[in-house]
């Protein structure tokens, strides 16, 4: 069974630019998640979709923060102005329990 | 609200020493509790859950973990630990109502001497 693909790896932006992220979850898994982890912190949800519906986006900063799943498979994650604080890993996860991508690492200057 | 607490952040074995990993949680409901490991370089894996029944539980690796809900608290242990065992460990929580959503812990990084 193929694994959580995430796309880029790596990222490095300025501030103020704008950076998308690409996910494809385990065929067939319904439940998707972003996670954001911050360097020395455990995963913090962003995101979770069931489906193409989203479940729970209490903890994403909607201001500049979307994130979206089309026809409930691949995901993408935007962050649009971005700032210095957004440095981090961003996961992306299926399944239950969740299973995890490689992550994206972003870091703005 | 709810959250997961991991009180070592860093600790330090040589190898064959044992091991036990503290996670304690607030919430008053029922919950799943799962740990989480992070080898070097490699994704998050899951290492073991519990939902239910026996309160003790084994995972990969010689791992197991014990809930005890009276104090809210789901430890993990090894025996004896190896030099591979050397990762970051984070405990999570999975709340069973309302949005269903998953709390993770601030993780223990684990460092073992050979």
């Known amino acids: 069974e193929a694994g959580v693909a995430q796309s880029p790896r790596y990222k490095i932006i300025e501030k103020r630019q704008s950076v998308a992220f690409w996910c494809n979850p385990i065929?067939?898994?319904?439940?998707l998640y972003w996670y954001q982890q911050i360097l020395g912190q455990g995963p913090k949800l962003l995101i979770q979709f069931q489906n193409n519906g989203v479940v729970d986006d209490s903890q994403l900063p909607k201001d500049r923060f979307s994130a979206e799943r089309l026809k409930g498979v691949d995901s993408t994650l935007k962050i649009q102005p971005a700032k210095l604080e957004d440095s981090a890993v961003y996961l992306c996860?299926?399944?239950?329990?969740?299973?995890f991508g490689p992550g994206t690492r972003l870091t703005v200057t | 609200a709810q959250s997961v607490s991991q009180h070592n952040h860093h600790v330090i074995l040589s190898e064959a020493a044992s091991l036990e990993l503290g996670c304690n949680y607030s919430y008053g409901g029922t919950v799943n509790l799962f740990w989480y490991v992070q080898y070097p370089g490699q994704h998050l894996q899951l290492l073991l859950k519990?939902?239910?029944?026996?309160?003790l539980v084994k995972g990969i690796k010689g791992f197991e973990a014990e809930f005890i809900k009276s104090k809210f608290s789901f430890n993990l242990r090894k025996p004896s630990v190896q030099w591979s065992d050397t990762a970051e460990y984070f405990c999570a929580v999975r709340l069973t109502s309302g949005t269903y959503k998953y709390i993770f812990g601030t993780g223990t990084r684990l460092k073992v001497l050979a």
């Open positions: 065929s067939g898994h319904a439940t």
């Open positions: 996860a299926s399944s239950f329990p969740p299973t």
């Open positions: 519990y939902f239910s029944g026996d309160p």
